[in-house]
C-alpha cells in the first residue's frame, strides 16, 4: 500500500511541476523565463529536486514489488474516471493554492485570484484534465505491471507444527537397534577417577 501512495505523491508532484511550467509557458510564451524569475519562483529548484528523488524511490519501490512478488492489490482497482477526476482535481488544487501562497509572500506575484487566472491562468483548468489524465493512467500500468508480472511469492516448504513433533515417538529401524545392541556397539568414553 505504500508504494502506491509513493507513486501517487510522486506522479501528483511531477504533474503539478508540469502544470505550473506549461502555464506560464502558454501564458507568458517566450517570457517566461523572465515572468517566472520576476514573480519569485526560485524555490522550484529545490523542489523538482525533491520530486525527481520520489519519482526515484517511486521507481524503485515499483521495482521491488515486482522482485518481491507483491501481486495484485486485495481491493479493486478505482475506476478510471474517478481516479482521473480525483488526480485533475488534486493538480488544480495544487496549482491554485501554489500561486495564492506565492501572491501573498512574493511582492512580484500579482496577489488573489488575479496571480491564479490573470495572464492565462485559466488555462490550467485544460492542462490539468490533460496531465490529471496522464497520472491516472500511470498509476493504472503501473498497478496492471504489478499485477501481470510481479514474481510468485516464494512459500517456505510446509513443516508439521512442532505440538506433533513433540508427541511422535521416536522411531528407530531394526537395524539401528541390532547395532546398538551388539556387544561391539560404540560407547561412550569413561568418565576420569572412576
Keep these: 500500500m505504500w508504494g502506491f501512495r509513493l507513486r501517487c505523491f510522486a506522479l501528483l508532484g511531477a504533474g503539478a511541476l508540469g502544470l505550473h511550467e506549461l502555464r506560464y509557458l502558454i501564458g507568458y510564451g517566450g517570457d517566461a523565463g523572465r515572468a517566472l524569475a520576476e514573480q519569485g519562483h526560485g524555490y522550484l529548484d529545490a523542489v523538482t529536486a525533491v520530486v525527481a528523488l520520489t519519482l526515484v524511490a517511486a ?3 515499483l521495482v521491488a514489488a515486482l522482485v518481491r512478488g507483491a501481486g495484485a ?3 479493486p482497482p478505482r475506476r478510471w474516471r474517478v481516479r482521473w477526476l ?6 488544480l488544487a495544487v496549482f491554485t493554492l501554489q500561486e495564492l501562497v506565492e501572491g501573498a509572500l512574493s ?3 500579482p496577489a488573489g485570484l488575479v496571480g491564479v487566472a490573470g495572464s492565462g491562468g485559466w488555462i490550467a483548468v ?3 484534465l490533460a496531465i490529471g489524465a496522464v497520472v491516472a493512467a500511470l498509476l493504472r500500468g503501473a498497478e496492471a505491471v504489478i499485477a501481470r508480472f510481479a514474481a510468485p511469492l516464494r512459500r ?3 513443516r508439521a507444527p512442532r505440538s506433533a ?3 511422535a515417538p521416536l522411531q528407530v529401524g531394526p537395524r539401528v537397534l541390532a547395532l546398538l545392541a551388539s556387544s561391539g556397539a560404540p560407547r561412550a568414553p569413561p568418565l576420569r577417577g572412576w
Excluded: M
Design 59 to 61: 521507481l524503485a519501490a
Design 73 to 75: 492489490a486485495k481491493r
Design 126 to 128: 485544460p492542462l490539468a
Design 165 to 167: 513433533l513433540a508427541r
Design 107 to 109: 511582492p512580484g506575484h
Design 86 to 91: 480525483a488526480c485533475s482535481g488534486a493538480l
Design 156 to 158: 517456505p516448504p510446509l
